[in-house]
């Protein structure tokens, strides 16, 4: 049997640390978890497309358990994030589980 990866809750947070999320196994997993723009956002005269890579990482869990897993920001996330305008991104988790998530400063 497969095993469940559950994106918990619905909001983000991010701070100058990274983006943090809690994620659920009910199994060992593993994988890369990316978060990314669901718009163009236009920010001092320069654009950033939709999809935009905003932070990312490599994550695994040994055992079935409910984990915070902490995002390392890109150039463009920090930029993107600091400004403001982006009030929800996509979460996209290895397995193709995604879901789009409130983002606030921590």
Known sequence: NPIAKTIVGKGISYSAGGVTFTLKCSGSCGGTAKLSTLKKV??????????TVLAKKRYFFGKARTKKVTLKLTKAGKRVLRSGKVKKAKL???????????????
């Open 42 to 51: 236009k920010l001092k005269g320069k654009k950033y497309g939709k999809g």
């Open 92 to 106: 996209r988790i290895a397995g193709g589980t995604s879901k789009v998530m409130k983002v606030g400063r921590r």
